[in-house]
C-alpha cells in the first residue's frame, strides 16, 4: 500500500486566499483524522470521521474551516480565508477499528504558509 | 487536556538507556506511543490497552497503569536511529478508533 497521500506538500498562500488541503487515506481504514502541528501548541485534533461521517470537529478553530469526506477514498481541509495564524503542517491520518492494535498512519503532510 | 509527558528533551550517548513519561488528568483506555523524525511524519511504535498491560518489541518497550492514568516508554541500549521527537496519544473511550489527544512531545538526541 502506498500509505496515507497528502498533497500538496508545501503550500503558500496570501492572507485571504482559499486553501484546500486534500488526503488519500489507506484503503480499508474506515477512520480519517486531520491534525495541525505548530511549535506552540504540539500536535491538534481539527476533526476526525468515522466511516465518511464527521464525528468530531470540535477542534476546528473557526468557521473559516471546514472538512469534506465524500467518499471512503477521499478527505479535503478548506480554510477560506486563510490568515497568517493558520500556517503550520497538517497532517491527515487513517487508522481502522477492526481490532484494536492499530495505530495511526500518518500521511507526510502538508506545511503552509500564509503570508 | 493534554497529557503531559517528561523529560522535554534528553541527550544519551549511544547505548544507554532512557524513560519517557505521559501522565493524564483523564481516565484513559488506551495510550499510543509515536516517533517523529525532523521533517517527517510521526510514526506508530505501539499502542496499549486498559488492564496496564506492557509491551514491547526490539529494546523499545512500554507499560501502561489506567488507575494513575500514566504511561511510561522504556528505550534500552539506545541507538543513533532512536533519535526523534516521541509522543504519546491517549484515547479515552472504547469505542473502537478513537481519537487520540497527543501530548507535549519528548525530544531524544543520542549522541556516538
Known amino acids: 500500500d502506498a500509505g496515507v497521500i497528502q498533497s500538496p506538500r508545501h503550500e503558500v498562500t496570501e492572507m485571504g486566499q482559499e486553501v484546500t488541503l486534500r488526503c488519500k487515506p489507506i484503503?480499508?481504514?474506515?477512520?480519517l483524522f486531520w491534525y495541525r502541528q505548530t511549535m506552540m501548541r504540539g500536535l491538534e485534533l481539527l476533526i476526525y470521521f468515522n466511516n465518511n461521517v464527521p464525528i468530531d470537529d470540535s477542534g476546528m478553530p473557526e468557521d473559516r474551516f471546514s472538512a469534506k469526506m465524500p467518499n471512503a477514498s477521499f478527505s479535503t481541509l478548506k480554510i477560506q480565508p486563510s490568515e497568517p495564524r493558520d500556517s503550520a503542517v497538517y497532517f491527515c491520518?487513517?487508522?481502522?477499528?477492526?481490532?484494536?492494535?492499530?495505530?495511526?498512519?500518518f500521511g507526510s503532510g502538508t506545511r503552509l504558509t500564509v503570508v | 487536556q493534554q497529557p503531559v509527558q517528561s523529560p522535554q528533551a534528553v541527550i544519551l550517548r549511544e547505548g544507554e538507556d532512557a524513560v519517557i513519561n505521559c501522565s493524564s488528568s483523564?481516565?484513559?483506555?488506551?495510550v499510543h506511543w509515536y516517533r517523529q523524525k525532523h521533517g517527517e511524519a510521526p510514526v506508530f511504535l505501539m499502542i496499549l490497552l486498559k488492564g496496564g498491560e506492557q509491551k514491547g518489541h526490539e529494546k523499545i518497550s512500554a507499560s501502561f497503569n489506567e488507575k494513575k492514568q500514566q504511561s511510561s516508554l522504556y528505550l534500552t541500549a539506545s541507538q543513533l536511529s532512536y533519535s526523534g521527537t516521541y509522543f504519546c496519544?491517549?484515547?479515552?473511550?472504547?469505542?473502537?478508533?478513537?481519537?487520540?489527544?497527543f501530548g507535549t512531545g519528548t525530544r531524544l538526541t543520542i549522541i556516538p
Open positions: 484503503s480499508g481504514h474506515n477512520s
Open positions: 483523564k481516565a484513559l483506555y488506551s
Open positions: 491520518a487513517s487508522s481502522s477499528n477492526r481490532g484494536r492494535s492499530y495505530g495511526y498512519t
Open positions: 496519544g491517549t484515547g479515552d473511550s472504547n469505542f473502537g478508533n478513537e481519537k487520540l489527544t
